[in-house]
């Protein structure tokens, strides 16, 4: 199961899928940002780590 910018996954911790960088979301309003590490002007895809 993949995630993209902008969902609501939920509580927990998501990693990109392209560099590993991990974010953790605390609240279920909570959105996933782009990359914080290769994410910068392109699409990110996550991952439950
Ligand atoms: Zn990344």
Not at 9 to 38: A, F, I, Q, R
Request: proline share 6%; glycine share 12%; with cysteine.
């Amino acid at each position: 199961m993949t995630y993209d910018v902008g969902e609501k996954p939920g509580v927990g911790t998501y990693c990109c899928t392209n560099c590993d960088w991990e974010v953790d979301l605390d609240d279920s309003t909570d959105t996933l940002p782009p990359c914080g590490n290769c994410g910068k002007g392109h699409d990110t895809e996550y991952v439950d780590c």
